[in-house]
């Protein structure tokens, strides 16, 4: 079963769905609200963007607290251990939206 957030189909309805505006939402993944507007209005997103979406809002990483050997672990774990890290996944998904 997927998750609300599984695939990034439209980066709008995550955004609202976080109750934030596009400048807060955008500018955590480096990109400007103009740009993210664009996005939202269906241009198609970079492979790079759609992934540091993913890990920001989905994933709940903290790009300014993420480290490199971050990326390697669950890199790692999600290869090595897929049920893990799934199992893992849900409980800091559950956990990100009880703090909400």
């Known amino acids: 079963m997927m998750k609300p957030f599984d695939r990034i189909t439209n980066p709008r309805d995550i955004r609202r769905k976080r109750h934030m505006n596009q400048q ?12 993210g507007s664009r ?25 300014a607290k993420a480290r490199g050997e971050d990326f390697e672990v ?6 090595a251990n897929p049920r893990l890290y799934r ?9 990100n939206t009880r703090r909400k």
């Open 74 to 79: 669950v890199s790692y774990l999600k290869q």
């Open 39 to 63: 996005y939202e209005s269906g241009r198609t997103m970079p492979k790079p963007v759609r992934e540091l979406l993913r890990l920001v809002h989905i994933e709940g990483i903290e790009l």
């Open 87 to 95: 199992n893992l996944k849900k409980e800091a998904y559950r956990r």
């Open 24 to 35: 807060e939402f955008w500018s955590r993944v480096g990109v400007t609200q103009s740009g």
